[in-house]
């Protein structure tokens, strides 16, 4: 049987963390609960779940879809068991409530989408999302599980990591001058790996031992990685992602930013020793496409997809119409980076103005303010937790 700390109320004076620097709570007067092992059971393929999205595409099952889709459809049957079994469902947050709205609204655009076939692909897509955020919420309420999750998705970043380095030593391009492994998008693969540095990043602090070189590896990997794909969206992004570490300088100790500054070492040397100049001579290219160029086309189809928006300024073309209708919009088709005649947006904002209309825009950016709110509130030591519950972890 496993175990869970439970934590009672107790007086919030501020405490200082020695080894994080953040402000925590007091020490909690702590209680055990126990887990079943289908629980326990049905989170191992939750981990398996968050191991494989980074590499998703690199499994595929024929007439049945990617390796992922399976074991989140197991992880769904176990997760569903395991709640039926304790007799209890964690009450949803508010940000849970904005997601079904819009999984709702988008489901609905299937009566007046003006391409139905796709709106209930995406509307599919929505729903399977919904479900994995759900299993999250009710299978990792703890922060050990949290962080074991975590650990999943940086691990999982690995493999696609290692078979796009793999791929350029091999001098097999994905499309002209980029690298992108696991069967992956070029530019879809770079945001993943924009996404797993700030995750990584977090570990990274909290850890000693051998894991702190696993995640400083997994660093230079990710910076390596995002650089080959020559995605300049993804490389803005990571710019992003980077802004956490001067974020959060001031809270580090003296060791914390000795290692933060060899990790940063470290992804600078793999990015000199490694990067092609070609990828770099893509790169260049920002300033001048923020100036006067079009992004390959980009800003042609935000264009034409703005015009859209104010034909069908409320309810808009349903989910997943975007590709269909802007093709139509376009005088002849555009190619962007290898993308189909039938272009994506390269911008989720426009592209849920335009599928899902006023409505549909506000609930996505109600979503996003709740994110910013809850993150606002941990970072302030409402919701943190003493180190001792970390250490367990590793």
């Known amino acids: 049987m496993g175990h869970e700390v439970v934590w009672w109320p107790a007086p919030r004076r501020p405490l200082t963390s020695p080894r994080f620097g953040y402000f925590v709570p007091s020490p909690p007067i ?18 398996l779940l968050a191991f494989a999205i980074p590499w998703e595409d690199a499994v595929t099952i024929p007439g049945f879809g990617t390796s992922a889709r399976l074991t989140g459809l197991a992880a769904l049957g176990l997760g569903s068991l395991a709640i039926i079994e304790t007799g209890k469902v964690r009450r949803p947050a508010p940000g849970h409530i904005i997601m079904v709205l819009f999984v709702l609204l988008a489901s609905a655009s299937y009566l007046w989408s003006l391409y139905p076939e796709g709106t ?6 929505y729903i399977q999302l919904l ?5 999250i919420w009710e299978l990792a309420s703890r922060p050990l599980e949290q962080l074991r999750l975590m650990r999943a998705y940086v691990f999982g970043t690995f ?14 391009e994905a499309v002209y001058q980029r690298y992108a492994g696991a069967k992956l998008d070029a530019n879809d693969l770079g945001l993943i790996m924009a996404l797993s540095i700030p995750v990584s990043y977090y570990l990274l602090i909290q850890s000693k031992g051998r894991m702190v070189w696993i995640y400083r590896l997994q660093l230079v ?3 390596t990685t995002i650089l080959l794909t020559a995605s300049r969206g993804a ?17 580090l100790t003296g060791r914390q930013r000795f290692a933060v500054l060899l990790t ?5 040397y793999g990015a000199v020793v490694l990067v092609p100049s070609t990828s770099w001579d893509r790169l260049s290219t920002v300033p001048n496409e923020f100036a006067q160029g079009t992004f390959t086309g980009r800003t042609v189809i935000w264009k034409a997809g703005w015009e859209i928006f104010r034909e069908h300024p409320f309810l808009g073309i349903g989910a997943n119409a975007f590709r269909l209708v802007v093709s139509r919009v376009l005088a002849e088709p555009i190619r962007t980076g290898g993308s189909p005649p039938a272009p994506p947006a390269h911008n989720t904002f426009l592209s849920v103005l335009v599928e899902q209309g006023v409505i549909g ?6 979503l996003l303010v709740v994110f910013a709110l809850s993150f606002a509130k941990w970072l302030h030591g409402e919701e943190a937790r003493d180190a001792t519950l970390c250490s367990q972890l590793f």
């Open 30 to 47: 702590v209680g055990v609960q126990e887990y079943s092992g289908l629980r326990r059971f049905a989170f191992a393929f939750l981990w």
């Open 120 to 125: 209930l692909v995406q509307a599919s897509s």
């Open 131 to 135: 479900t994995m955020v759900w299993l």
């Open 159 to 172: 493999v696609s990591a290692v078979d796009t380095v793999y791929l350029y030593l091999s001098h097999k």
């Open 221 to 223: 990997f990710a910076g």
């Open 235 to 251: 490389t803005l992004a990571c710019i992003v992602a980077l802004t956490i570490i001067p974020l959060t300088h001031s809270r």
């Open 264 to 268: 940063v070492s470290m992804l600078v």
């Open 361 to 366: 825009f506000t609930l996505f950016c109600a």
